[in-house]
């Protein structure tokens, strides 16, 4: 240790460390200059392979065209000199890249032409002006092989290249069919532009330089790439030299970042070390300094990662931002667009989160929306992008898709993610979503169009029931525009007031009485006429105005029961339904306090009707306002019974005078033995723990007296009456114009 104490002391361990820096980066600039270098050779071969690739291909064509014309000429084609004339023309037209074709007699002297022009002084040549050419075109015209001269010094012009083709073979020769190619034209011909100005291209005839292009360029000698080609007759190589800016193109640069990198970490090690020492000098007091310096700026470094992650991140739930997903759905749409592909967007709603919220408080939302992320995120690939748009609503976009069922998958994927309770702050909650769905090109042609048509498609599938999915359709935007036009509306209607009550009546089983009705609130529409509650309830519900027309439904009931004092309806009790968000209110209890004082009427004459699910959200909260209600002296009832969360539980601790059994369980009470087993156990349930029950949807006499044979107390129902108006039903009372079939007997 103290060995290690006095080297790391020492002044010169800096600078052995910026060496050991240094070294490390001259070896890694080698090894990668190495690598480049082998890669720019292989492009190099590349380049010559392709090249002698293509000139193989184009002789082998341009061999082709004369031997098919050498063959017309055996077969007497041109009887004429103007008919060979013509078509030596069109020969020429089509392929571009002769100087000129010429017919050579069996003399080897050159006697027709095309083009004449400057190719004139050629006519009456001799093309075996040396022994060498003598015996290849006499072997030629003896075997009927075409011939190559190779490259030569041509008489009408600079260097270039003859095919001779025979016409015929042996004793049936009559001369050939010659292409006159000069190089000049050859290469403009086969090679581009790119080749032409970025290489040196050499011609070898065995190992000897023949011909050359770009020789005056600026050529690096470093590299050099040679490839044989495969010309019948001739022991040619193709050789290809590249121009220094084509080889600075081909360098990477990584062999310099990666010198420079390594030598800024050497020089920074290098101070770090000689800041170590002086640091390790310093008193015990500054060394405390430097700590909380160090501290501040990790902070400093921590809260500017922070920001950066903001700005594409939900710092909730670590999904991708809305933000972010707008970005990237426009990036994919482009794609999408070019490469003709569809594209899915999925708007997700968590259904009852924001009864849970408010309910259960904003702590307990925070951690399911957490926990609902992290199952999502698991759909996450690199054609799935998950996102939180914010409130309870999550967006997935499908980036790649071939057709609609892989749509349909996905959607059983997102469902499954809520297959199985969410658990957050100790209580688990069965959490279901509801989804919109938008397909690009389909359903809009950029990222808004697209978002909003989904989101439409969204509050479809909520009108049908939630828990389900909705594919946007075209009149979607018409029925969006009417429900958010009939929104507006809503926000006016209790000003101007337009809401009313109509009410049905409950058959009491043992007097055969009228006792008590039901409120039920319409609209009356200044257009669209009289709407029942399904029709704007949940736009109620989604806006918040709910507690304020909940608030005008007590308020008008406690004001008929005012009216109808002194009168045949005197003794009836009003029902009237209360929603999750008025038990949330806080001051629900001193409003139906308030109301029944304002108008004088006695609190047992107000029943508060509320559906199982409300029972059981936030226990606590809600046992404490049933009770005082209670202690009001309402009387209370759970609507819809059997149909959501039925527990023995909260029928003990909540005080509860009345039980009503949805109708979905009397409609086929007398036809199936399941429905009457149920309604029978809820009958002996309720009377055990002294509720009344109230059987709903009664429409048929044998369902009547099905009940009443099994002790139901009271029924409602289309049977006894319809909801109707307070003028209509208060003549029916006093006319005893209701249902009268019911007979009572002394048993009961």
């Known amino acids: 240790m103290p060995f290690v104490t006095r080297v790391l002391k020492s002044p010169f361990f800096a600078a052995v460390v910026f060496l050991v820096f240094f070294a490390l980066a001259w070896a890694l600039r080698s090894g990668l200059i190495q690598k480049d270098t082998a890669q720019i050779q292989a492009n190099l071969t590349d380049e010559v392979h392709a090249l002698a690739n293509n000139l193989e291909r184009e002789f082998a064509v341009q061999a082709g065209a004369l031997g098919r014309m050498a063959e017309r000429m055996k077969n007497g084609a041109y009887p004429s000199k103007q008919i060979w004339q013509s078509d030596a023309s069109t020969y020429l037209n089509d392929f571009g890249i002769y100087q000129a074709i010429e017919w050579i007699d069996r003399e080897f002297i050159i006697r027709w032409l095309e083009p004449a022009g400057e190719n004139q002084a050629v006519l009456g040549y001799n093309v075996a002006f040396n022994e060498q050419r003598r015996q290849a075109l006499e072997h030629s015209a003896a075997t009927g092989k075409p011939d190559i001269s190779g490259i030569i010094d041509l008489r ?65 000698t470093a590299f050099r790439a040679t490839m044989p080609v495969n010309i019948p007759l001739l022991d040619w190589r193709l050789a290809l030299s590249p121009t220094n800016d084509w080889v600075a193109n081909q360098r990477s640069q990584w062999p310099r970042i990666t010198f420079i990198s390594v030598i800024v970490m050497g020089v920074l090690a290098s101070l770090t070390i000689l800041l170590g020492q002086v640091t390790f000098k310093r008193t015990h007091s500054l060394l405390r300094t430097r700590l909380e310096l160090e501290r501040q700026v990790d902070e400093r470094v921590a809260v500017q990662v922070d920001l950066e992650r903001l700005e594409s991140t939900d710092t909730l739930t670590g999904l991708a931002n809305r933000r972010f997903f707008m970005e990237d759905l426009s990036h994919t749409l482009n794609i999408a667009d070019r490469q003709l592909r569809q594209v899915a967007l999925v708007m997700i709603d968590l259904d009852r989160f924001q009864v849970l919220n408010d309910t259960l408080g904003h702590q307990f939302g925070d951690e399911l929306l957490i926990k609902v992320s992290e199952r999502l995120n698991d759909l996450s690939s690199e054609t799935v992008l998950v996102a939180y748009s914010g409130g309870d609503e999550f967006m997935i976009c499908q980036q790649q898709m071939d057709d609609i069922d892989d749509v349909i998958h996905l959607l059983g994927e997102i469902k499954q993610c809520f297959a199985e309770p969410f658990e957050a702050q100790g209580q688990v909650h069965q959490i279901t979503a509801t989804m919109g769905v938008a397909v690009y090109p389909q359903s809009g042609h950029d990222a808004d169009t697209l978002m909003r048509n989904a989101d439409i498609a969204l509050y479809r599938a909520k009108d049908q029931g939630r828990n389900t999915y909705q594919f946007y359709t075209e009149g979607m935007q018409e029925k969006e525009m009417m429900r958010l036009e009939l ?161 023995l539980g909260y029928l003990r601790d909540f005080p509860v005078d009345l039980l009503k059994i949805d109708r979905s369980f009397i409609t086929n009470v007398t036809e199936r033995h399941d429905d009457a087993v149920i309604t029978r156990a809820v009958i002996n349930l309720a009377h055990n723990l002294g509720i009344q029950v109230v059987a709903e949807g009664v429409e048929t006499e044998d369902q009547l007296h099905f009940l009443q044979a099994h002790r139901c107390n009271l029924v409602q129902g289309y049977l006894i009456s319809r909801p109707v108006p307070g003028p209509v039903l208060e003549r029916a009372i006093r006319e005893d114009s209701l249902f009268t079939g019911l007979q009572v007997t002394s048993e009961l």
């Open 487 to 647: 929104d507006k509306d809503l926000s006016e209607a209790l000003a101007n007031d337009e809401f009313v009550l109509h009410y049905q009546p409950q058959l009491d089983l043992d007097t055969g009485e009228i006792n008590n009705v039901e409120a039920l609130i319409r609209w009356q529409h200044p257009t669209r006429g009289l709407l029942s509650p399904v029709e704007f309830i949940p736009l109620a519900e989604e806006s918040g105005r709910i507690t304020e027309i909940g608030r005008w439904v007590v308020l008008a009931a406690c004001r008929q029961l005012a009216r109808w004092k002194g009168t045949a309806c005197e003794h009836l009790r009003i029902a009237v339904n209360l929603s999750g968000r008025e038990l949330e209110d806080a001051t629900l209890v001193d409003h139906v306090r308030d109301t029944l004082a304002a108008e004088n009427i006695a609190p047992h004459m107000l029943e508060l009707e509320l559906t199982e699910e409300i029972f059981i959200q936030n226990i606590a909260q809600n046992r404490s306002q049933l009770t005082q209600l209670h202690q009001l002296g309402t009387r209370l009832a759970i609507d819809d019974f059997g149909v959501g969360y039925s527990s």
């Open 156 to 220: 009408q012009g600079p260097k270039g290249i003859v095919t001779y083709h025979p016409v015929g073979q042996g004793s049936d020769n009559n001369g050939f069919i010659a292409g006159v190619f000069k190089m000049q034209v050859l290469a403009k011909q086969l090679l581009t532009t790119r080749i032409i100005d970025q290489f040196q291209v050499e011609i070898l005839q065995g190992s000897d330089p023949s011909y050359a292009l770009n020789t005056s360029g600026d050529i690096n």
